[in-house]
């Protein structure tokens, strides 16, 4: 890979793998689009490891409340709502893991394609509108239960296939639910750090017992600018969600369709 392609890449990779308009549809249209060779799995865990770093600093707080939340658990304690986060959290993850570990190998391999993210960046931005017009605004994160996690969990698995986007998917599930929107966002970004974490852990996995050779530096660089980039973007979003809704991230997503369609055609 040349200094240009990680950076760019790098900088996609932050900019949307938490705003709701596909962070893996765009890493698959761009070097499509400027004509590179796929990134490979070392600098996918390098920009995944960036956006982790990234949503754990700037909810540090709601982390270390997680982790108070275990302590609680493990003394039998499942009252606190730090305790009650936790296991939401938990049991929101695993349907994305059972989903990732069972279909992630037939996904590559048949979905990644730009007549699939076509269909997928367009037919979600029409949920994400209708799902931030319709959906109540009366729940906040403090309320969420055990079958609200499993199903924003398994909205989440939906986000496997290209042109989702794990947090359009997420955060309109929480808007069906009727949280408002910031506090569905917040429950998305604290979602995605399991997540994120296990797609991490396996990839680093699957790259170390490939044997392939490794670009240190520019993994590095990757890794930065993917988690400075991430950290502005969630900044951005948790600021000014609640006043500008989903609408324009669901026009973006049309638009950007339309754009490929236009292309292929």
């Known amino acids: 890979m040349t200094w240009l392609q990680v950076v760019v890449l790098a900088i996609v990779q932050g900019l949307t793998e938490f705003l709701p308009i596909s962070s893996s549809g765009h890493l698959v249209l761009v070097p499509s ?66 989903a990732g570990l069972a279909l992630a190998g037939w996904i590559e391999a048949n979905l990644r394609s730009p007549a699939v993210i076509v269909f997928t960046l367009s037919g979600y931005a029409i949920i994400m509108v209708l799902a931030d017009r ?25 986000a496997l296939v290209p042109g989702t986007s794990r947090s359009g998917v997420t955060i309109s599930a929480g808007r069906m639910l009727g949280f408002d929107r910031q506090d569905a966002a917040r429950f998305s970004f604290l979602l995605s ?10 990839e680093l996995g699957s790259l170390l017992m490939s044997g392939e050779e ?7 660089v990757a890794a930065l600018v993917a988690a400075v980039v991430a950290y502005v973007s969630i900044d951005f979003f948790m600021r000014f969600v609640s006043r500008i809704g989903l609408l324009p991230f669901a026009l ?14």
């Open 214 to 220: 490794v670009a240190w530096a520019q993994l590095s």
């Open 134 to 158: 319709f959906g109540r605004r009366d729940r906040i994160v403090a309320d969420v239960t055990l079958r609200d996690a499993l199903i924003i969990g398994c909205a989440q698995a939906l």
């Open 33 to 98: 689009a400027a004509g590179w060779a796929d990134q490979g799995l070392a600098f996918d865990v390098a920009v995944h490891f960036g956006s982790l770093l990234a949503v754990c600093l700037f909810f540090r707080d709601d982390i270390f409340a997680l982790f108070r939340g275990a302590k609680y658990l493990m003394k039998a304690d499942y009252q606190t709502l730090e305790g009650r986060m936790a296991v939401a959290l938990g049991i929101g993850t695993v349907p994305a893991a059972v």
């Open 252 to 265: 973006y997503r049309i638009a950007l369709a339309a754009v490929i369609v236009y292309v292929i055609v």
């Open 193 to 202: 750090v399991p997540v994120i974490l296990l797609a991490t852990v396996y």
